[in-house]
């Protein structure tokens, strides 16, 4: 293989000269346009950039930025649709069939939240004593199918819902108070009873 | 007379070339299937095997392998032996890895149409084919490159440099996408990513620089032309590195910087196939048809050309996103394919069949029927894409499109056309079969061996 | 070419992967070096294999790992993440698929339904706008404030929102605004004290249609399908043509029954005959049918509605269940948030 750059090939055109420069510079323009077009576009090769976002700050300022209050209310509410079925959905129960209400219930409304975690984990059996009447009915266990964040979202629900007279200043239950219940409570084998109840977290 | 097969003992390439005729009745019997079966969703519903979607991928698998890459192996045989004066080496490779070929495209397309389909878009067939394919094809390769190798000029003609980048990028691609998509088992959207390279690669760089090739070949034989070394040097590069990257559509779950990457690769190589065709088309202003050659012939290789360019224009209109949006999803994009496979690479085996086939009417064996074989297949490809495109665009995503009524008519004029060319072949065979006792196609007038 | 040429050549290449495309030094420095020696040195022919086989497999090599190493790097350690259903229940997603369902996509790939449907749901564009409300003690720093977000978006500030804007009421203040003019405006106003709400839509044929905002819509999900979505599916069969409609999210829109008799009515070979009583489990077809007899005494033609019952098959059933379980397009993800209407809240500290 000689060194054929200068003779004129006979497989080829006799043009030695390669295309017009113009094309090596349209090519510069061209590269400076990708370079602007990626810029653009490409999200900085960003994997959690999505098209028509262009940068990831874009993204991360899209997150609506929702308080933990609000954002364990708005999830207890859409929970609490199936408690509704009993309890109603204005928390007043229904004397007739003993659903008590938790509107203004002192169980509900204790300073310790452990009372409402407890019942809703094991259930209730017996009767209980809200607001001057006595309820009779049984409330079945719920622990199984709600995970400690809901449930700590659904018992903030009912806390703090104003509508109902509750009190919204009352904190926030968090998922580790439930699942401090949770393992506490978890060896008994049947549903609670208010005395078992007021045995385990006595009245102060 | 140039092309002579039996002092370049090619008939390993006719072998190739007419297992590729074979696969294309094949293809254009489901796909006029197809057309029937997605207007009227009842006509043969009860046969589960003949789905649309199974009949969609069997046919665009069949197309693809069993015709256009094997084909185009029979072509490059034949162009490498031409220029480089050299018989073809090894044809025993070439036999052997045609036959394994034709299983591959067997097993697949007997496990598309039963229901083993990959679900990708673009890797269709099982896997259980995909390796065979392979070994096949690098069989084949072996032979090429060495004919090539052992050609008589040091020299090599430009088109040369587009076949043996095609022959070393195919196994690599196939063998790429096998190994992410069967071995590796990247599961998720890295598969649809690894499908989406391999089919971008497929087509702008491995069947594109064959039919470039093909073009390159009989512009020079035909029409005299003789493209400048140096602008081809240029653009084969740009069309490389800018076709090997990107192919993923506008709207697709990927970071936004995947389309964006192909949004800028597809101009690279639009620029790329401007340089090329300006080149072309400098060229041969100033050039006249050299032999006497049949008009169809030209027919096809101006047909090739103008498809060519309408593709590319096409591409890169439809790469932006602006543009790419409103034809995602219709049947624009698998039209423009078909147009592209069938327009560009069909027509470019459709011309050297048409310019090999045509030097027999010097002798005995006469072949006239090229006139209804152009108009069927041309007219057959134009049908069958186009008004499905304009249509596909008008009319938007989610429907059946208007244009689909032509598509079946136009795929019914290819099957046709495709069955008179496979008729031609079976003449031609049969005919040299008597009257020389062997399989050559050529002879001289008094039995002696034409001169290059 | 000499050799300076082609060192400079080798140096933008070295300079272009290193910094730009950001691959491991060494490498950038092996591709810099051998352009320079390529081309200068070794008088770069393209008449040679040798040179052909080197530089297409450089080439193959860029294009393997940009288009498929570097998205792997990427993605293939997605996690499922905490996102909301409908109820306001946390829950992990997406979720892994039982056998039913995994039959059911081995249905759906055989028949071929991907050719015709697809499983990817895209959007247009997100728009935003902002309605604001002020007390009395910051209510002309904010006015203020607006009038200059205003004119850094380039809208006319002597227009009414600005001139008129109330005091402790909420007023809608910009419309239409890009993400970025939108976080512009967020962080004005709300360091001049105002409160803020933001309202995110996404326009897109594919999305929740809104007779105001996104007349086009057609209901198929109300944000874009992302990676995320499909890992735990094995080949997203993402579809290529859309004939029918999406089905990205056709768990959440529709009902187990609807899609059968969907499925019915379009695919019947998912079907068999079979003789006997109707249940909840069949579809049945009603068509009046001629009889060809004529009845002599009164030379009349009868015309009587027959019943023909058809069942799902396995293959139906399968599918049906892996149908439902194609949904997610309604839970917002991190990377894809979904339609946020006004009644979001966004606290007073911008974070940037």
Partial sequence: MGNSSKKISKNGSSSLNGPNH??????????????????????????????????????????????????????????????????????????????????????????????????????????????????????????????????????TYIRRNADWGNDPNLPLVT?????????????????????????????? | MENNFKKFKLNAAIFLSSSALIWLVIYSIILTLSGFRILSPGFLADLSFLSYGR???????????????????????????????????????????????????????????????????GLQMPSQSIPVLIVGFILVSLSLIQTNNRRADGEMMPENWFFLISILWFPWILGGAYILLYIKELDGVLSNIADWWFI??????????????????????????????????????????????????????VPAWMPALSTVMSVFYFFGILILLKSIYDSIKNSKPLKSVNIFTYAFLYFSIGIFALVSILNFIFSFPFFGRIAEFTFFVPSVEKLFLLGFCGTSMFLTYTYITQNFTKLDIKINNFKYLTILLILGVLLSTIPSALTGLLSGDGTLTSGLFFVSIGNSILMFGSILVFFNLLKLLYLSFIECDCIYLLKGKKGGIDKA | MNIGLSFILGLIATLVSLYYIEIWWPLSLIIGVSIWLLFGLFQFKMDSFFTILYCSSLVFCISFFGMVKYPYDQLSSLQFSETVDETGLSFRYPLQMNSQVERGQNVYRS??????????????DVKFDIKAKTSSESYDAVKDSLKRFYDVIGRKSSSGSVLGFPNGEWELVAQDLTTSQAIKG??????????????????????MPDDYFNPEGRGWGKRRSVARDYIFTERPMLGKTRVGPDLANIGSRQSEDIMIRRLFKRHRFLFEEF???????????????????????????????????????????????????????????????????????????AND
């Fill in chain 1, 22 to 155: 113009f094309v090596y510079v349209f090519l510069l323009f061209l590269l400076y346009w990708a370079f602007n077009y990626l810029d653009n576009n490409s999200g900085a090769f960003n994997a959690s950039v999505y098209s028509p976002h262009r940068n990831i700050s874009e993204v991360n300022n899209l997150k609506v930025v929702k308080s933990p209050d609000e954002l364990a209310y708005e999830r207890g509410e859409g929970i609490y649709a199936r408690c509704a079925a009993c309890h109603q959905a204005n928390g007043l129960g229904n004397a007739n069939v003993g659903f008590p209400p938790l509107a203004g219930s002192e169980w509900v409304l204790n300073e310790s939240p452990n009372w409402v975690i407890a019942i809703v984990l094991k259930g209730l059996m017996g009767p209980i004593e809200v607001k001057g009447e006595t309820y009779n009915n049984v409330m079945a266990a719920q622990g199984a199918g709600l995970s400690d964040e809901d449930l700590a979202n659904v018992i």
């Fill in chain 3, 111 to 124: 028949v071929g339904c991907y050719a015709c449907h697809t499983q990817q749901i895209t959007h247009d």
């Fill in chain 2, 55 to 121: 009949l969609d991928s069997a046919s665009s698998f069949t197309l693809q392998y069993g015709f256009l890459v094997q084909f185009g192996l029979a072509v490059m045989a034949w162009i490498f032996c031409l220029r480089g004066n050299t018989v073809l080496v090894d044809k025993g490779f070439v036999y052997i890895g045609g036959i394994i070929w034709n299983l591959g495209v067997t097993i697949g397309l007997i496990g598309i149409l039963t229901g083993q389909a990959s679900g990708l878009s």
């Fill in chain 3, 186 to 207: 967020r962080s004005f106003l709300s360091k001049a004290g105002a409160s803020l709400d933001i309202q995110v839509r996404f326009t897109g044929e594919d999305l």
């Fill in chain 1, 175 to 204: 998922p580790d108070q439930v699942k401090a219940v949770r393992e506490e409570i978890d060896p008994r084998p049947s549903m609670f009873t208010v005395e078992d109840l007021l045995k385990l977290y006595p009245r102060n």
């Fill in chain 2, 200 to 253: 971008n690669n497929f087509y702008k760089v491995y069947l594109t620089f064959v039919s470039i090739g093909i073009l390159l070949h009989f512009l020079n034989t035909l029409l005299g032309v003789k493209i400048s070394r140096i602008h081809i040097i240029t653009s084969i590069w740009i069309l490389l590195l800018s076709g090997s990257i990107g192919g993923v559509s506008p709207g697709s779950p």
């Fill in chain 3, 275 to 349: 003789e006997g009583p109707e249940s909840e489990n069949t579809v049945t077809l009603n068509f009046q049918e001629e009889l060809n007899a004529i009845d002599l005494t009164n030379d009349k033609k009868e015309k009587t509605t027959s019943k023909i019952y058809y069942k799902p098959t396995q293959d139906a059933l399968d599918l049906v269940a892996y149908l439902s379980s194609l949904k997610g397009a309604n839970y917002p993800l991190d990377e894809a948030p979904i339609y946020q209407p006004f009644s979001s809240s966004i606290t007073e500290n």
